[in-house]
């Protein structure tokens, strides 16, 4: 298990997922029938949340991630330290590829996530990812 990240202070986790179910009772998913809520902590301390919100254009639907670093960047920026996930009865999931890599531009590989089997840093979840460091 992955400790928390030094510069955030505690973290608490369940507050998190209260944070993410309740974004994720918001969510707008009529198509899938599969609502999804996230929570994460900035580097000041903040909590952001996100839902997915669906259209009937699949491809064009929202993750619940996407929503969370629109608020990040709607809210003033950061970096984000710890993440969490949850499905539509509330249990804790992991996030996609795609979402994974937007985590990364956002927290970087010291991100820690909520995982069902317990804390991982992003790095343990998305080694080796490409990021902004590989652009010139």
Do not use: K
């Amino acid at each position: 298990m992955t400790p928390p990240a030094a510069d955030a202070g505690p973290v608490d986790w369940e507050a998190l997922r209260t944070a993410a179910r309740d974004a994720m009772s918001r969510a707008y998913a009529p198509y899938s029938g599969y609502p999804v809520g996230v929570a994460a902590r900035v580097d000041d301390g903040r909590t952001i949340v996100g839902c997915n919100v669906e259209n009937a254009s699949y491809g064009i639907g929202l993750c619940a991630e996407c929503g969370l670093v629109s608020q990040l960047a709607a809210t003033g920026g950061g970096r984000l330290t710890h993440f969490t996930c949850v499905d539509g009865t509330g249990s804790v999931l992991v996030p996609c590829g795609r979402c994974r890599q937007l985590l990364y531009e956002f927290g970087g590989p010291e991100l820690v996530l909520e995982t069902p089997d317990g804390l991982r840093t992003l790095d343990e979840m998305l080694p080796q990812a490409f990021g902004p460091q590989h652009l010139g």
